[in-house]
């Protein structure tokens, strides 16, 4: 008797264990979106309050001595 209780306990611990890897996969594919939104405005403001975008090169002033 004692062996069905324990396979029964088993049973019930791997669906729990199953549910659990789902809801975390979800959380991170969730994190992962909102990391990439997070990032894209991220560029997105930076371009626009510093005025410099992708790889233009800042011109340095060399004063003559």
């Known amino acids: ?8 306990a088993s ?4 669906i729990g ?3 659990m890897g789902i809801v975390n996969t979800i959380g991170a594919v969730c994190k992962a979106i909102i990391d990439g939104i997070v990032t894209l405005f991220d560029v997105i403001i930076s371009c626009l309050t510093c ?9 340095t002033r060399r ?3």
């Open 1 to 8: 008797m004692g062996a069905v209780v324990s396979c029964i």
């Open 11 to 14: 049973i019930f611990h791997a």
């Open 17 to 19: 264990a199953c549910l």
């Open 51 to 59: 005025g410099s975008c992708g790889g233009r090169r800042r011109r």
């Open 63 to 65: 004063s003559r001595v």
